[in-house]
Nanobody
């Protein structure tokens, strides 16, 4: 089971970027999928997840107005649309797969829930 995150790069503040997470060896729709990020010198933090809260989506409170997670089952891909980016969004972004969460708690945003991790893609927001 492998996950491949892609789509990172250098983007100017205020612009948008879409990250992709491609799975091989398993069906993404059978799993909860999450995006996490880790900025230099900081701890890994949750960004968003899908099939992870009541079977639906969940977001970090500080990001839910700008970021959107979605999936394309036909392509076995999960995406993270990021809008109105700021330098504080600079980080390595990781996608991860774990058991889906059909309860309505926020367990889907915990890194410990996820068994499979991609290698990360770097997003740099700078002018």
């Amino acid at each position: 089971l492998q996950l491949q995150a892609s789509g990172g790069g250098l983007v100017q503040p205020g612009n948008s970027l879409r990250l992709s997470c491609e799975a091989s060896g398993f069906n993404l729709d059978d799993y909860g999928i999450a995006w996490f990020r880790q900025a230099p010198g900081k701890e890994r933090e949750a960004v968003a997840c899908i099939k992870c809260r009541g079977g639906g989506e969940d977001y970090a409170d500080s990001l839910k107005d700008r970021f959107t997670i979605s999936r394309d089952n036909a392509k076995n891909m999960v995406y993270l649309q990021m809008n109105s980016l700021t330098p504080e969004d600079t980080a390595v972004y990781y996608c991860a797969a774990g058991p889906p969460n059909y309860f309505t708690d926020s367990a889907g945003l915990r890194p410990s829930r996820y068994d499979y991790w991609g290698q990360g893609t770097l997003v740099t927001v700078s002018s």
